[in-house]
């Protein structure tokens, strides 16, 4: 099937040449190929639009009607498609871009203003949520997943590594004492993460390839790790968390990284992803490529 904008814009540059070959030049094409394109867009519209001898070109009725409709409507379209190409070259628009909450609010957001500053044409809507969103339904251009990742319709850039860390407060360990086998922490308050496929309030799994179990249970568990933090902070027991949530607060003493007698499950990084667009908009690709140089080889996060 010919393009039907082809047809169009052959049909109204002949209209205004007055030769289908002059037009067809004017768009590549060769003289059988400009008149299959005009002939295509009458069979398809079921109408002649234009009466032709070996001298001239003549509109009929619906074909006048119909040039007045491809002049109006050609520039607009070319228009839109030269925005949308200059977008591919120059950083511009609304860029949707999904993050957890603690990653987000702690080492995403302050980044911000030095982006701006580079591409002020980028409006960045920054979405901070904790839940796994459907890139493509839900409007995201780009988004960070920390983990495995399972959704391989999706481009990735790994950003930074990350692993998961025990954790508790002083005070916590001196009242309950420290626990130095994972069995161990069965007879500890342990502090759930109920979004983690990981440290899930009722058994967390331990060793890289997660094939160690330990029953676990404690006063509470919570859908954000921001608040795991907080109560684990203040001695009401042990949490299992990634190293970007849990590092301030190790930094600050709050928290103590305990080293049991195997290592923690393997996470996965952070990864950067989006959608798998042969040639992702310019807003997409600066974003990524800034992110990038700003985290470096070794992540902000870092407490080892």
Not at 108 to 121: G, K, N, V
Not at 157 to 171: F, G, T, W
Not at 261 to 290: C, N, T
Request: overall charge neutral; proline content about 6%.
């Amino acid at each position: 099937m010919l393009d039907r904008i082809t047809g169009m814009q052959l049909f109204a540059r002949a209209m205004q040449a007055g030769s289908i070959s002059a037009a067809g030049r004017e768009l590549g094409l060769s003289p059988g190929m400009a008149s299959r394109h005009l002939d295509a867009l009458e069979k398809r519209l079921g109408v002649r639009l234009c009466h032709r001898s070996t001298r001239r070109l003549s509109l009929t009725e619906a074909g006048q009607h119909y040039l007045e409709l491809c002049l109006r409507l050609l520039p607009e379209l070319e228009e839109v498609e030269a925005q949308i190409a200059s977008q591919r070259v120059e950083a511009s628009g609304v860029l949707r871009f999904n993050v957890p909450l603690s990653l987000g609010v702690r080492y995403i957001a302050p980044l911000l203003p030095a982006f701006h500053e580079q591409h002020p044409a980028v409006m960045v809507d920054l979405g901070l949520n904790d839940r796994v969103v459907d890139l493509t339904g839900e409007g995201w251009d780009l988004t960070i997943r920390v983990g495995r990742l399972r959704d391989s319709r999706l481009i990735s850039r790994r950003l930074a590594h990350s692993e998961l860390m025990i954790c508790a407060s002083p005070d916590y360990l001196s009242r309950r004492g420290r626990p130095r086998f994972w069995t161990d922490l069965s007879r500890h308050d342990c502090l759930g993460f109920s979004l983690s496929g990981i440290a899930k309030p009722e058994e967390w799994l331990y060793g890289r390839f997660r094939d160690r179990r330990v029953s676990v249970h404690g006063p509470m568990c919570a859908n954000n790790g921001d608040a795991l933090v907080a109560c684990a902070s203040a001695g009401l027991g042990i949490i299992y968390e990634p190293d970007f949530i849990v590092a301030d607060a190790v930094r600050a003493g709050a928290l103590e990284v305990l080293v049991l007698d195997a290592p923690s499950a393997e996470l996965g990084g952070v990864h950067l992803l989006y959608s798998p667009d042969r040639a992702p908009p310019a807003k997409v690709r600066v974003m990524i490529d800034f992110l990038v140089g700003a985290f470096g080889s070794t992540p902000p996060w870092g407490v080892r």
